[in-house]
């Protein structure tokens, strides 16, 4: 079974730029969940997304959105780029609420 | 969700067993406790998980005491691509949560 895939891998952007970030989920699961991951904040839980209805919330601005597609894809969307947003995003999918989350590799995004 | 505590790092040689602890004193009766792997520029990735007792996989063991307010990671003989930082989870079976990672516990394997 193939794992959880992140498009694109390495992403550079600008200031006052917008991104989009993807990720397709393990087959099956229907429970798809970001993070954050900097060298100061660590993980840090962005959003979870159960068919296709955003279920939980982290604490991150607005800036930060995302979405879930009837097969379970997801993309999530990062507006007005700051410095402070280049960070390693990571997608984890679950076959259920509340069950274990397997990670992607994650998107390098680079904010210059 | 239970707040959970590990050592920010340890040292071991090549060939030795590596103990990580993990402390979760507030933890539920329907919370599991899983633990992940996570290389540099990697995402983290699935080692084991547990709910009481003993649970063993052709990785890790891992040892939780009969209060489950800790939890045990046991390596056997690692070896320098066990080099990684190791996180402690409690998650909670049902219903929709924030999932919070703590620090983790960076290995460094000698040769």
């Known amino acids: 079974k193939a794992g959880v895939t992140q498009t694109p891998r390495y992403l550079i952007k600008t200031r006052g730029q917008q991104v989009t970030l993807s990720c397709s989920p393990i087959s099956g699961h229907r429970s798809v969940s970001w993070y954050q991951q900097t060298p100061g904040q660590g993980l840090q839980f962005l959003f979870e997304?159960?068919?296709?209805?955003?279920?939980n919330k982290g604490n991150f601005p607005g800036r930060f959105s995302g979405r879930q597609f009837s097969n379970s894809r997801s993309e999530m969307n990062v507006s007005t780029l700051e410095l402070g947003d280049s960070a390693l995003y990571l997608c984890?999918?679950?076959?259920?609420?509340?069950?274990?989350?397997?990670f992607g590799p994650g998107t390098r995004l680079l904010v210059l | 969700l239970a707040k959970t505590t590990q050592p920010i790092s340890m040292d071991s040689y090549e060939g030795q067993e590596v103990n990580i602890t993990c402390s979760h004193n507030n933890i539920a009766t329907n919370d599991y406790i899983t633990w992940y792997q996570q290389f540099p520029s990697q995402g983290p990735r699935f080692i084991i998980q547990g709910y009481k007792t003993k649970v063993t996989n052709e990785v890790a063991s891992l040892f939780i005491p009969a209060d489950r307010k800790s939890s045990t990671l046991s390596l056997p003989r690692v070896s320098l691509s066990d080099t990684a930082v190791y996180y402690c989870?409690?998650?909670?079976?049902?219903?929709?949560?924030?999932?919070?990672f703590g620090t983790g516990t960076k290995l460094q394997v000698i040769p």
């Open positions: 997304y159960f068919s296709e209805t955003q279920r």
């Open positions: 989870l409690v998650r909670r079976s049902g219903g929709y949560q924030k999932v919070t």
């Open positions: 984890a999918s679950s076959s259920g609420q509340g069950e274990t989350q397997y």
